[in-house]
């Protein structure tokens, strides 16, 4: 199983002994030590810390450093989207989309996407335009599907390969550009169709693919 190595995330909001603690957890984390990592976010977590609770979420899901419990993944992913995490609205926009561990919903999945687009608490906004050339540069209605794209791929969420990292990306583009748009088109267990953002045409969406393509070429 390919090791996901989490993303450190500021947030001027959050005391320094909080970002400490779950920058800790993420250290730990990357070096395997899942029963640290655990005591770490399940502390801050507690305490209401939304990063802590989407790590803590994903320790569960996954089995972590702890039994895996999909209902306790379900709860701390929706305790830390309720306070605008990206990363946990991502993760549930999928699970709506795929009928994973919830209903599924469709409508409720683009909603979650968009507004982990749109109002999310990512202080950098991703930016894949400058991806292409400018007689290519994307419409703004596209431009809000990089960002729901970049949500997933930018942290490395349910194992996407991170944007630009031409390695995790290799054996995706092994399978050629036709498979990969009906993965994304389709969604898989792990990724919403079209990203969550179902109101956009296929084109649209195919023209995204092509942004991060690039960007792994």
Partial sequence: MR????????????SLSSLAGVN????AYNRGDFATSFREWQ?????????????LAYLYEHGNGVRRDHDKALMWYTLSAEQGN????YALAV?????????KNKAKAAELSHLAATTGNRTEKPDLANTSTSANTP??????????CAGCHRAGINGAPKIGDKEAWAPLLAQGPATLYKNLLQGTPTMAPKCGATELS??????????LIQAAQ
Avoid: M
Wanted: proline share 2%; hydrophobic share 45%; net charge positive.
């Fill in 3 to 14: 090791k996901i190595w989490f993303a450190i995330l500021f947030g001027c909001s959050v």
């Fill in 24 to 27: 800790e957890g993420i250290k």
């Fill in 43 to 55: 502390t801050l977590a507690k305490k209401g810390d939304a990063r802590a609770q989407f790590y």
């Fill in 86 to 89: 990206v990363e946990a609205l």
């Fill in 95 to 103: 699970k709506h989309a795929s009928g994973l561990d919830v209903p």
């Fill in 139 to 148: 419409s703004t209605k596209l431009t809000g599907l990089n960002e729901a």
């Fill in 202 to 211: 296929d084109a649209e969406v195919k023209r995204a693919l092509d942004l």
